[in-house]
């Protein structure tokens, strides 16, 4: 039986590299993008909902799926209101886990980042780690968080500082041995595949994906 995706996120790298992998996945034969813009040429097996995702509760009705892929996240640069990245970072994720287990979807899968804890002095790396708490107690039967550490790949946003900063990280990475190995750069096709593997070859549950793993478990086709 074909299965079917709801994707958040979709317009962002990791989000847009998912939603490719599945239109070209013959499992799949549904796929709905939940979006604040609309991506154009998209097959006709993905249904596209266009609106506010700050309100995710209005599309209740349309959040019926198989699998829930949770790719949100902003940055403090391009969202400097504290209150607002909280709603983002934290409200869209955890409602999301609230409609899908109201909607018995049965996998959820959503993209966190390496040093989130809720007792974290830092703003980014609390919000993560109560995104992280809220979106368990739900009890999905497969929830699986993944925490990688920066992001690297192409944006359409011109980040020079972010851009700036991953080549550095790029020539000093072969220094990382041990546990600095965690801190290399996290390929977004990477994510994009450990995740569609999640959904599909593992019967672990509630599980955190480490930024180390993230590259192994991409290989598990």
Not at 39 to 46: M, T
Not at 148 to 157: A, D, L, V
């Amino acid at each position: 039986m074909k299965k079917s995706a709801i994707i958040l996120g979709a317009t962002g790298l990791t989000g847009n590299i998912l939603l490719h992998k599945l239109i070209t996945d013959i499992r799949y034969d549904s796929i709905k993008l939940i979006s604040r813009s609309k991506i154009e040429d998209l097959p006709n097996k993905v249904t596209q909902y266009i609106g506010n995702l700050l309100e995710l509760e209005q599309f209740n009705s349309d959040f019926l799926a198989d699998e829930v892929y949770c790719c949100i996240g902003t940055t403090a640069k391009k969202t400097p209101d504290k209150s607002l990245y909280k709603q983002i970072d934290y409200g869209i994720p955890v409602i999301a886990a609230k409609l899908a287990k109201e909607n018995n979807i049965d996998t959820f899968l959503v993209l966190s980042a390496m040093g989130a804890n809720k007792k974290s002095k830092l703003f980014y790396n609390k919000i993560k780690g109560t995104m992280e708490e809220d979106v368990l107690q739900y009890s999905i039967k497969n929830t699986y968080i993944l925490r990688p550490s920066i992001i690297g790949g192409k944006r359409k946003e011109n980040r020079l500082l972010e851009k700036i900063g991953l080549i550095v990280f790029k020539v000093i990475q072969p220094l990382f041995f041990g546990n600095l190995k965690q801190y290399k750069i996290t390929d977004p096709e990477d994510i994009a595949q450990t995740m569609l593997n999640l959904a599909n070859n593992s019967n672990k549950t509630e599980v955190i994906i480490t930024s180390n793993d993230i590259k192994k478990l991409s290989k598990n086709n």
